[in-house]
């Protein structure tokens, strides 16, 4: 009898999409497995996922004003040159190994992320022009910059940024990644390289920011798991096998919305949209016409709804239409125009004199070398642009290709083409982007005074003259042509309809597990 009860309490939850779970425990599902998840030292969004709950950070970002609130940092004030951060921080804070939170503990971990031989990825750059850190008294500490740096603070909200255990780093060594200790509301309790990542509550947490809606996690326990094939995502929620999944692809979420047991929660990512870098060194880029012939002949709005099923808006610009000083006014640039795009090219030279489709000018054919990689449905729109170019005389030639490689193809400049995406909060994201020394400077770019720009935007601590400033920058850049937008990024999360409370910062990436409820 027993044995039969069993049977059919499983059956009715696999009817129910989900399987049994002990009370309080989720599996989150995640999309890459990385190969390192130091927030100090790696960069990808995934590692965030998990960590953003082992963590806190000295303040953190209002998702809804986009103002910032204190965090393990009561409050702070801002020289008036701008260059002197100084952060009163909370007493009584205590690391998961029992070790105190201290201005002792801020400043061994912003020289750890400065310090050359960690190799940062990412969290060294957001610190800008960081110049040293002050322990002024046990609970006071002042970061010093070599120029004014406005976007500090959306950097210390990020969980790169984030307060690590001092002892723990030196206790674990090369091996910390393995044994992350944090002040956060989760524990690291186990982790298993390309297999799972376990968090179990901090008892003692006592110290959230106001952003969180409970002072303490209210699960028992979240296991992550990977899911690297994006056809296995909407069927491990289907199964149970997963309660919350990041990244479903577009058709599986049309899917999944019409189910009552599951709900998708689409949260749009601020930054860098995904866009196509035209490297404006090699012809036939270097003329404008062209870049602009190229926007005008690709019908956004056809890709996005066909590869995206609607799930995100077409892109304007450089930013995300989330993202503080987005400018609208890009909207007005390049409208689905193959005609105009027709006239710019035979204005630039290129016809077809010998019939064959493909224009071409002094003996050569307008081909165009687009390198692509694997990930965010690049292919597929790929296909779709190449098709609308096709139509007006342009050939591509396509290679796939992995992110190393990409990266030396943009260091060399052999590409006419390459996409890219980013998430950040803070317009200064432009600059990695369009400054003429910069590392991901993929247009090849050499403006003056869009350097100016940039670098006066970085110093600006008035938010409408930053905004103002940044409008402008967005505008050059798309006079230019220097990019092809082609959608704001959107995560459509599936989440089973028992996991409830489940919400994300202001980068949104990052959820807030402390949060969530779980209805048995």
């Known amino acids: 009898m027993r044995r039969l009860l069993l049977f059919l309490l499983l059956a009715a939850a696999l009817a129910t999409g989900c399987t049994p779970r002990s009370e309080g425990r989720i599996v989150y599902g995640l999309t890459l497995n990385p190969t390192g998840i130091d927030p100090h030292i790696n960069a990808s969004s995934e590692l965030g996922i998990p960590l953003t709950s082992v963590y806190d950070t000295l303040v ?147 110290w959230g920011p106001r952003v969180y809606q409970h002072k303490t996690a209210q699960l028992a326990e979240i296991e992550f798991r990977f899911f690297t094939d994006a056809a296995t995502r909407a069927p491990a929620l289907e199964s149970g096998e997963a309660d919350v999944m990041g990244e479903v692809p577009p058709l599986d979420a049309v899917r999944l919305q019409k189910n009552p047991n599951f709900r998708i929660q689409p949260v749009p990512i601020p930054g860098l949209s995904l866009v196509y870098f035209m490297n404006v060194t090699r012809p036939p880029l270097d003329d404008l016409r062209v870049r602009q012939a190229l926007i005008y002949g690709t019908d956004r709005q056809v890709i996005v709804s066909t590869v995206f099923q609607g799930t995100s808006p077409v892109a304007c610009g450089p930013l995300t239409a989330v993202t503080f000083g987005y400018d609208p006014a890009v909207c007005q640039f390049y409208p689905y125009d193959p005609s105009r795009a027709a006239t710019l090219l035979e ?28 990930w965010g449905y690049l292919p597929d729109i790929v296909q779709l642009m190449a098709s609308q170019w096709a139509q007006l005389g342009i050939n591509v030639n396509m290679q796939k290709v992995t992110y190393p490689e990409a990266l030396q193809i943009a260091k060399d400049g052999t590409h006419h083409l390459l996409p890219f995406s980013s998430s950040g909060t803070d317009p200064h994201i432009l600059r990695t982007f369009f400054y003429s020394q910069a590392r991901f400077n993929w247009s090849k770019v050499n403006d003056p005074e869009l350097d100016g720009w940039l670098d006066e935007a970085a110093r600006l601590f008035d938010r409408n003259q930053r905004a103002a400033l940044y409008s402008r920058i967005q505008n050059r850049i798309m006079e230019q042509a220097l990019v092809i937008p082609i959608r704001d990024y959107v995560n459509l999360n599936g989440v089973n309809n028992r996991v409830q409370g489940l919400r994300f910062d202001a980068q949104g990436w990052f959820p807030w597990l402390i949060d969530v409820t779980v209805q048995q």
């Open 60 to 206: 953190y970002q209002d998702p809804q004003t986009g103002g910032f609130v204190p965090g393990l940092a009561e409050r702070w004030e801002v020289s008036a040159d701008g260059q002197v951060y100084t952060f009163y921080l909370r007493r009584g804070v205590k690391f998961h190994d029992g070790t105190p939170f201290n201005a002792e503990a801020v400043r061994f971990n912003l020289e750890r992320i400065t310090n050359p031989d960690l190799a940062s990825q990412k969290a060294r750059f957001m610190l800008g022009p960081f110049e040293r850190a002050e322990v002024v008294d046990e609970y006071t500490i002042r970061i010093v910059m070599s120029e004014p740096y406005a976007p500090l603070l959306d950097s210390l909200s990020q969980v790169y940024l984030a307060m690590a255990s001092p002892a723990a780093i030196q206790k674990w060594g090369l091996e910390y990644q393995l044994h992350q200790t944090g002040t956060g509301p989760f524990i690291f309790a186990e982790f298993v390289p390309g297999d799972h990542l376990t968090l179990r509550p901090n008892p003692d947490y006592a």
């Open 347 to 374: 204005e630039a030279g290129w016809k077809d004199t010998d019939g064959d489709g493909i224009r071409d000018r002094n003996g050569q054919p307008l081909t165009l070398d687009l390198y692509l990689m694997g």
